[in-house]
């Protein structure tokens, strides 16, 4: 059984919802969330944000950005949640020095990712380049957040994109489509190692409705079963 452990406001349009009750994620994948058992009718796909080991509960980034993360916002501490997964697969993590970019919410993600990447690999460098359409409550919370796992690079109303060393290492990257093909395009220039995930809307979240469906070299494949992290040369953006 699903539970709210611990919601945590980050301003008007955004908060952590920190839930118990349900298998541990890897950095990269996602859960299908639902506030009520009938209503929504569908479930949303919400990434991994951070899990906690020893307390053995998952925690989430949302943004209210709708009727369904609305009702996740008006629902109280200790009520049950309906929570599937984790699904999907993860980042793949290695010794190489990392450049994090993220875009908006897409950020979330790459939370879990910076601490896996510096407890696994201690003497890394790692590099998060954060963009925002706007100075927002989001941003400042992932400024201070990042700011215990390396160099942190922001970019308010532009394209952060812009901003990335390519060469710092290996890419990570999750955001807006149009950042996503801007990150496989510089990657691919400069010879960089890249992996993107990808966030189409999900209905099922197993890939049986084939609605997240993405071109690759390899013909479709579904996001929420081969993906959600691809490697950014496998997919055509």
Request: glycine share 12%.
């Amino acid at each position: 059984m699903a539970v709210i452990v611990n919601k945590t406001f980050l301003g008007e349009t955004s908060l952590i919802l920190e839930i118990g009750g349900v298998p541990l994620g890897k950095a990269g994948q996602f859960y299908m969330l639902r506030a009520g058992k009938s209503y929504p009718l569908l479930s949303r796909p919400i990434s991994v944000f951070d899990v906690d080991e020893t307390a053995k509960t998952v925690s989430f980034f949302i943004e209210i950005v709708g009727e369904g993360t609305e009702l996740f916002s008006k629902m109280k501490k200790d009520a049950e949640i309906e929570v599937f997964g984790p699904y999907g697969n993860g980042f793949t993590v290695s010794d190489s020095d990392s450049v994090l970019i993220g875009g908006s919410c897409g950020t979330a993600p790459l939370y879990y990712l910076a601490k896996t990447l510096k407890k696994t690999y201690p003497n890394r460098n790692i590099t998060t380049y954060i963009g925002y359409s706007r100075d927002c409550e989001g941003l400042g919370f992932f400024k201070k957040i990042f700011k215990p796992y390396g160099q942190i690079v922001t970019d308010v109303g532009g394209y952060i994109t812009n901003k990335v060393d390519f060469d710092g290492g290996i890419i990570y990257a999750c955001g807006p489509m149009p950042m996503m093909k801007a990150v496989k395009t510089a990657a691919e220039n400069h010879g960089a190692k890249a992996y993107v995930s990808l966030e189409n809307r999900m209905a099922c979240g197993v890939g049986a409705c084939l609605g997240c469906t993405v071109e690759t070299v390899n013909g479709n494949k579904r996001v929420c079963k081969d993906g959600p992290v691809f490697d950014s040369s496998e997919v055509n953006l």
